[in-house]
């Protein structure tokens, strides 16, 4: 059974409806086609996410659920926790069998070859990235969807990083003038974001994208070279601060349900592991 969180969201619309928030699906699935390697790390992933067929059970219940009485579909990336022939073959079916808009952001493991074996930058995801990109049904760096008035856009700011590009094309969505909500993998930071996750999470990093230098100092090095925000990335980050079109921020990558805010008290909803079935459900309303 699915674990859903329900959240009613205020924001300029044309009419109120309901989106189906996803995200961290994780599937595991591999075949004949794929080397030992990748066949003993589907094994071993069972320990984190729970057997295939478990993961592929709570996807094809979010989909059936959000089919059935939502508007909208969102994913925050992760659907996939690594490159696989049957992976791939699962994305590409499930996608289209969703009959309501889609808008999907990737997520780290989309592009993950044999988890954690490589420093993951451009590179490493130019490995697999058009092989992705063909089970998905929207562009994976960038897109964006209008519905009822929002518009919706998914940047892959998975590495923890952002591109100049990505604010170019941020830029040109403003002028259309609809009030935006962002589909991102990554949570952006913010302190309030920050203390909780240290409180649940109990480790010496936090996973979000943007943390600034006196929080990043305590980092162990791979997690600090990892989560240190780029020059690009800053200026992102400033854009998203001043620009009164930003609405809402919704995210994955944590595994645990969270709502907080972020700069300008802009409301930022992480969602949990959907491989254990969690899902939020938005009801997006006019303010009043
Ligand atoms: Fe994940």
């Given at each position: 059974m699915l674990n859903c969180t329900r959240i009613e969201l205020k924001v300029p619309c044309t009419k109120p409806f309901r989106i189906l928030l996803a995200g961290d699906t994780h599937l595991i699935h591999v075949d004949e086609q794929d080397d030992l390697r990748k066949q003993e790390l589907a094994v071993r992933r069972v320990r984190d996410f729970g057997p295939a067929e478990e993961v592929q059970a709570y996807w094809d219940e979010t989909i059936r659920y959000a089919n059935e009485n939502c508007n909208l579909f969102l994913h925050a990336g992760d659907l996939i926790d690594f490159v696989s022939h049957k992976n791939c073959a699962v994305m590409k079916e499930s996608l289209a069998s969703i009959r309501i808009p889609l808008l999907m952001a990737a997520g780290?493991?989309?592009?993950?070859?044999?988890?954690?074996?490589a420093k993951e930058d451009d590179a490493y995801k130019a490995q697999s990235f058009e092989q992705i990109q063909s089970a998905a049904r929207n562009h994976l760096d960038f897109a964006s969807l209008q519905l009822n008035g929002i518009n919706f856009i998914a940047i892959d700011n998975s590495y923890y990083l952002f591109k100049k590009r990505h604010l170019l094309q941020l830029k040109d969505e403003c002028k259309k003038g609809f009030p935006i909500i962002l589909l991102l993998h990554n949570p952006l930071f913010s302190e309030g974001l920050h203390d909780l996750s240290r409180q649940i999470r109990k480790q010496p990093c936090t996973y979000l994208c943007g943390v600034p230098d006196e929080y990043l100092i305590a980092y162990p090095p791979a997690r600090r070279e990892q989560q240190t925000p780029d020059e690009p990335t800053l200026e992102m980050l400033d854009f998203l601060r001043a620009e009164p079109l930003i609405k809402g921020i919704f995210a994955g990558h944590l595994h645990y349900q969270i709502t907080s805010t972020c700069t300008r008290d802009i409301p930022q909803i992480v969602t949990g592991g959907n491989y254990n079935g969690a899902v939020t459900e938005l009801f997006i309303r006019n303010p009043e």
């Open positions: 780290n493991h989309e592009f993950s070859q044999y988890v954690g074996e």
